[in-house]
């Protein structure tokens, strides 16, 4: 069965400081890993898509990485801001045809002065 | 380019109660996903239509259903209501597919008293 998992639950920061997310998955065949940020009674709204051949993928203080073979990615936060406040879900489609897509059910993130 | 638009935002209904959401994709998106988040679920996928034709379809009962118009507009119909659809219903839109990187509206806040 594909699953997502994500980790920790949730996270309480100080501005400024850094901070990474994780996301460990089995899904398969493997086809891309996304990460969304959402925040608090909007729609989700993405940051980066990774295929199989990046490990690296950055948009501006976010840094999301990609391990295929231990199924692993990370999203690291530099020099938080209050912004950031939200929660961040963890995506992996899977090859196949019609839609296969599983959700992580997120790490709430709260930045705090 | 408009994003991803949903109406109404918020919706109070009974139960037993029917509702109708709607969804407007981005122009030039022919893949509409509709998804029901919840605080202890997350993101749980309900359908997707490509082409008027419904692609793929979660595992929610009969009461949930949906319909996409030529112009990719999509509508999402939930009958008999019961306490437990209460959510945030989100809508996303992708050229050809979920697969593809999909782009979320805000969502329409249902709540069922």
């Known amino acids: 069965k594909n699953q997502v998992e994500q980790s920790p639950q949730s996270l309480i920061i100080l501005e400024g400081k850094n901070c990474t997310l994780q996301c460990n998955y089995t899904v398969s065949p493997f086809s891309n890993l996304r990460w969304y940020k959402q925040d608090t009674g909007r729609g989700p709204v993405s940051l980066t898509i990774?295929?199989?051949?990046?490990n690296t993928k950055s948009n501006g203080r976010y840094t999301a990485t990609l391990d295929a073979d231990t199924k692993q990615s990370s999203l690291h936060i530099t020099a938080s801001q209050l912004s950031d406040s939200a929660s961040y879900i963890c995506?992996?489609?899977?090859?196949?045809?019609?839609?296969?897509?599983?959700f992580g059910t997120g790490t709430k993130l709260q930045v705090i002065p | 380019k408009a994003g991803v638009t949903q109406t109404p935002r918020y919706l109070i209904k009974t139960r037993g109660q029917q509702v109708t959401l709607s969804c407007s994709p981005i122009s030039g998106h022919r893949s509409v996903s509709w998804y029901q988040q919840t605080p202890g679920q997350g993101l749980q996928f309900l359908f997707e239509?490509?082409?008027?034709?419904?692609?793929n379809k979660g595992n929610f009962p009969g009461r949930f259903s949906g319909r996409q118009f030529s112009n990719s507009r999509s509508e999402m119909n939930v009958s008999t209501l019961e306490l437990g659809d209460s959510a945030l219903y989100l809508c996303a839109s992708s050229l050809a597919s979920a697969y593809n990187e999909q782009f979320f509206g805000p969502g329409t806040r249902l709540t069922v008293l």
């Open positions: 990774m295929t199989f051949s990046e």
């Open positions: 239509y490509f082409s008027e034709t419904q692609r």
């Open positions: 995506v992996v489609s899977a090859l196949g045809g019609y839609q296969k897509v599983t």
